[in-house]
């Protein structure tokens, strides 16, 4: 059997006002992401990739509050593998290609401990409700002020199912991937609640995505995402990660 013993909580936290941009995109593009031991999860023979932003509330590291800002944002750019065990279950998880927050310290801390590739930036979000209860949702992120911008509109009672389709397939992976050597694949599970999905009525995504993510990802900046989702989010867990024999 493959299964490890079961690894403490590393990281606790709420996550918070999560939106999704949805992207169909060429495997090829991101077959030189994949750590080793995994490979990319389809999902009705399409290849997703997710712009994804939202809060990072009430952080604690080993049950304390952790850094000097306990709340923060994030935006990352993730797609999907699975990785299959010797007992032939599969496990579906993710793969970041960048993550952003607004503290070179956070940054620090997930690179050295979990090898993922974070960055800090000038970050921002205004989030509110409207007369109409709608609400409205934007979040920011730059170098040199907030020159990326993803906005959403949250219309009222737009939740879905979230049983069936893309909504369940892009919110339901609990596992997370990253290599810190070619030949190193450290793997991480991260827990939550089922999360209900919503729809959005309008959305905008003005994102240099070349400058941020490199140039295998500039087609983003020209192509409209298959969909894009709102979650309320819940209170999650991150587990000690471990290496993949």
């Known amino acids: 059997m493959e299964e490890p013993r079961k690894r403490p909580v590393f990281l606790a936290a709420d996550w918070h006002n999560l939106l999704f941009a949805n992207y169909a995109i060429d495997p090829e593009v991101l077959k030189p992401f994949v750590p080793q031991r995994t490979e990319l999860d389809f999902h009705d023979g399409s290849c997703y990739i997710s712009l994804v932003a939202f809060q990072f509330l009430n952080t604690k590291v080993f049950g304390f509050p952790a850094f000097t800002k306990r709340n923060f944002d994030e935006i990352n750019l993730r797609f999907y593998?699975?990785?299959?065990?010797?007992?032939?279950?599969?496990?579906?998880?993710?793969?970041?290609?960048?993550?952003?927050?607004p503290s070179r310290l956070i940054a620090w801390v997930a690179r050295?401990?979990?090898?993922?590739?974070?960055?800090?930036?000038?970050?921002?979000?205004?989030?509110?409700?409207?007369?109409?209860?709608?609400?409205?949702?934007?979040?920011?992120?730059?170098?040199?002020?907030?020159?990326?911008?993803?906005s959403a509109v949250v219309p009222p009672e737009t939740e879905t199912d979230g049983n069936d389709g893309l909504e369940s397939y892009i919110t339901e992976h609990y596992w997370g991937y990253s290599s810190f050597t070619r030949d190193r694949t450290v793997e991480y599970e991260v827990k939550h609640p089922k999360w209900a999905v919503q729809r959005v009525s309008?959305?905008?995504i003005d994102f240099d995505f070349e400058s941020l993510y490199g140039t295998p990802h500039r087609l983003l900046?020209?192509?409209?995402?298959?969909?894009?989702?709102?979650?309320?989010?819940?209170?999650?867990?991150?587990?000690?990660?471990?290496?993949?024999?």
């Open 81 to 101: 593998v699975k990785r299959t065990l010797s007992n032939g279950s599969e496990r579906s998880g993710v793969v970041f290609i960048k993550e952003i927050v």
């Open 112 to 150: 050295t401990l979990y090898g993922e590739n974070y960055v800090a930036m000038d970050m921002h979000h205004d989030i509110k409700s409207t007369s109409n209860l709608e609400t409205k949702v934007i979040y920011g992120c730059g170098e040199h002020g907030l020159t990326n911008r993803f």
């Open 202 to 204: 309008n959305y905008s």
């Open 221 to 245: 900046s020209e192509t409209e995402p298959t969909s894009v989702l709102f979650c309320k989010g819940s209170n999650i867990t991150v587990h000690r990660g471990s290496r993949i024999p």
